[in-house]
C-alpha cells in the first residue's frame, strides 16, 4: 500500500465542506461501527489455532526468508510467485499465470478460479498485492495480505458456491507503479472487462496484520473522526467509494456473522485522496464495485514502509478473526450451499 499522507490529509481538509454538503443532501449514511455477534466457540477457536499457524508460515517465508520484493528485485518476486503457486496447488487448484511487460521486464499475476455451481456468470474477485516498497521485508504491507488470501483459498477450496470466485495474487503495486496503468490489479480488472465478465464485487486485502489496544494508537486524517472512531486500533477497516458502499454494507453483514472483530467502515467519495490507494482502485476505474480491507496502515503502524515491518509486530490472532469474518462475508456473497 502507498499512501501520500500529508496530500491525503490536506486534501481531505480542502473536500470537507463538499463532502458535507454532498452527505447531507443525500442522506447517505457513511460511517457505521461494529454490529454485536454471539461469543466464540470452542470450534472458532480451533479454527483460529489452524488459521493462525498457516498466516505466521506464509508471513515468516515472504517477509523473513524472501524479504525486500521491490519492483527491480527479480529474484524475490519469482520466489514469492513460487511460494504462491506451490501453496495453492497444494489446495488443489489449477495455478494461472498472467504475464505483462514492464520497462523492458516480465512481472506476473497469479490467479485461480473456483467455478461456481448455479451462476457461475458472476464473479467475485479476493486479491492482494505481492510486492513491496524495496528495502522493507514488508510483513503488513502486504505479506500479512497475501496470508490471508491463501487462507481463504484454503477454506473455501471445497465449500460448494453458487457464483465463481478468482483468488488472485496482484504484482506491482507499490512506487512507483502506484496509481498506474502498470499496476498488475490494472492488467488484470482491464483482461476481466475486455472479456466481458460480470463482476459482483472486488475484495481488496490491504494490510491486516497490525493491531493494538494502547490508547491513542489509532490516529485519523482529520480531526473531527477521532469522535466517531476507536483511539486504539485493535479494528479493521473497510473504505469504498460512494457506488461500492451497498456491496460494502453486503460484505459488512456476512462479516460479523463470522467473527466478533471490531469492524469500522467508511464509504465516501472517490475523488478524495486516500480512499483509492490501492488495488481496488482498479476495479472502480472499470466501473466494477470494489472495497479495501486494511488495519489503515500509517494511522496505526508505526513500521509503514519501513525496515521495522516484520513478522514479529503483527497480531495473528486477530488476523486470524479477519480471515474467519472474510470468510463468512465470501459464503454469504457467493451463495454458500
Excluded at 484454503?154 to 498506474?180: I, M
Excluded at 494490510?207 to 490516529?219: A, V
Aim: include cysteine; proline fraction near 5%; hydrophobic fraction near 35%.
Amino acid at each position: 500500500m502507498c499512501y501520500l499522507k500529508h496530500k491525503w490529509t490536506a486534501s481531505l481538509f480542502l473536500s470537507l465542506p463538499f463532502i458535507s454538503g454532498y452527505i447531507l443532501q443525500n442522506q447517505v449514511p457513511v460511517f457505521s461501527g461494529p454490529e454485536k455477534t454471539e461469543s466464540r466457540s470452542s470450534r472458532d477457536l480451533a479454527m483460529n489455532t489452524d488459521i493462525e499457524s498457516n498466516l505466521k508460515k506464509t508471513v515468516h517465508v515472504l517477509a523473513s526468508e524472501i524479504g525486500s520484493r521491490g519492483h527491480l528485485q527479480l529474484s524475490a518476486l519469482e520466489k514469492t510467485i513460487e511460494y504462491i503457486r506451490s501453496e495453492l496447488n497444494g489446495y488443489g487448484y489449477t495455478v494461472f499465470d498472467q504475464p505483462y511487460e514492464y520497462s523492458g521486464r516480465i512481472y506476473r499475476n497469479l490467479y485461480v478460479k473456483k467455478t461456481g455451481n448455479k451462476e457461475p456468470q458472476e464473479v467475485i474477485v479476493i486479491g492482494a498485492h505481492y510486492d513491496t516498497v524495496e528495502g522493507t521485508p514488508g510483513a503488513d504491507d502486504n505479506a500479512s495480505a497475501v496470508a490471508g488470501l491463501l487462507e481463504l483459498a484454503r477454506l473455501l477450496a471445497d465449500v460448494p458456491l453458487g457464483r465463481t470466485l478468482h483468488f488472485v495474487a496482484f504484482t506491482l503495486e507499490e512506487p512507483p507503479l502506484f496509481r498506474s496503468k502498470s499496476m498488475g490489479s490494472y492488467v488484470y480488472a482491464k483482461s476481466l472487462h475486455q472479456a466481458g465478465i460480470n463482476v459482483a464485487g472486488m475484495i481488496c486485502l490491504e494490510m491486516i496484520g497490525y493491531f493494538t489496544d494502547t490508547p491513542g494508537s489509532q490516529i485519523y486524517p482529520l480531526p473531527f473522526m477521532r469522535w466517531m472512531y476507536p483511539d486504539k486500533g485493535n479494528f479493521i477497516t473497510f473504505v469504498s467509494n460512494m457506488q461500492s458502499r451497498g456491496f460494502l454494507h453486503q460484505v459488512k453483514k456476512g462479516f460479523t456473522k463470522g467473527t466478533d472483530l471490531p469492524l469500522e467502515t467508511l464509504s465516501t467519495l472517490s475523488i478524495v485522496p486516500g480512499v483509492d490507494f490501492s488495488d481496488h482502485r482498479s476495479f472502480w476505474k472499470f466501473g466494477y464495485n470494489a472495497l479495501m480491507v486494511t488495519d489503515t496502515a500509517f494511522y496505526r503502524n508505526p513500521q509503514y514502509h519501513g525496515a521495522g515491518d516484520v513478522p514479529g509486530i503483527l497480531d495473528y490472532a486477530r488476523m486470524a478473526d479477519v480471515v474467519r469474518g472474510l470468510k463468512a462475508a465470501v459464503e454469504q456473497l457467493a451463495g454458500k450451499d
